[in-house]
T-cell receptor, first 113, second 111 residues
Framework: KAGVTQTPRYLIKTRGQQVTLSCSPISGHRSVSWYQQTPGQGLQFLFEYFSETQRNKGNFPGRFSGRQFSNSRSEMNVSTLELGDSALYLC????????????FGSGTQLSVL | TQLLEQSPQFLSIQEGENLTVYCNSSSVFSSLQWYRQEPGEGPVLLVTVVTGGEVKKLKRLTFQFGDARKDSSLHITAAQPGDTGLYLCAGVQTGANNLFFGTGTRLTVIP
């Protein structure tokens, strides 16, 4: 069974640009959650999508957005990038039941210069 | 303010030693999970505890969920270099849906 796939693996952008990250969940999983990981703040929840609908949202500005397609693949977008957006962005897939385990991808390392 | 505080933040020990990592909160959780993350990878689930006072063992790792479901601990016996990594606790608050992660404990086991 293929794992959770995130692309690209690494990304370098400059301030003011926008970026789109992609996540393909495990086959059969309908929930995709996105997290931002930084050395200072740890893992922070961005949002969760389930069956193409945003089900939960963390405390991030509107520059951070996402969507989910009918095949459960998900994208997240960050507009008007800031230096502080440099982080490892992780996506996790699950069947969607509350409290169940999350299966994480290897992440996209975003550097904003 | 982090919902889940882990201690210690960093831990460096010799192979064969024992260690305990703590995960504390003032909130009650319906369940709590422990993950390990290695450099360049996403976190991998080790265990889920759901009942207050529950103890689970996974080979040399022992996980305990506090009676009040506000805290948890991870004890590793006879640590090995392969145990090196970032250990994260994560909990689902009662009444909520998403998982909150702890601040993390970075463990280094020296051969």
């Amino acid at each position: 069974k293929a794992g959770v796939t995130q692309t690209p693996r690494y990304l370098i952008k400059t301030r003011g640009q926008q970026v789109t990250l992609s996540c393909s969940p495990i086959s059969g999983h309908r929930s995709v959650s996105w997290y931002q990981q930084t050395p200072g703040q740890g893992l922070q929840f961005l949002f969760e999508y389930f069956s193409e609908t945003q089900r939960n949202k963390g405390n991030f500005p509107g520059r951070f957005s996402g969507r989910q397609f009918s095949n459960s693949r998900s994208e997240m977008n960050v507009s008007t990038l800031e230096l502080g957006d440099s982080a490892l962005y992780l996506c996790a897939s699950s069947l969607g039941t509350k409290g169940e385990k999350l299966l994480f991808g290897s992440g996209t390392q975003l550097s904003v210069l | 303010t982090q919902l889940l505080e882990q201690s210690p933040q960093f831990l460096s020990i010799q192979e064969g030693e024992n260690l305990t990592v703590y995960c504390n909160s003032s909130s009650v959780f319906s369940s709590l999970q422990w993950y390990r993350q290695e450099p360049g990878e996403g976190p991998v689930l080790l265990v889920t505890v759901v009942t207050g006072g529950e103890v689970k063992k996974l080979k040399r790792l022992t996980f305990q969920f506090g009676d009040a479901r506000k805290d948890s601990s991870l004890h590793i016996t006879a640590a090995q270099p392969g145990d090196t990594g970032l250990y994260l606790c994560a909990g689902v608050q009662t009444g909520a849906n998403n998982l909150f992660f702890g601040t993390g404990t970075r463990l280094t086991v020296i051969p």
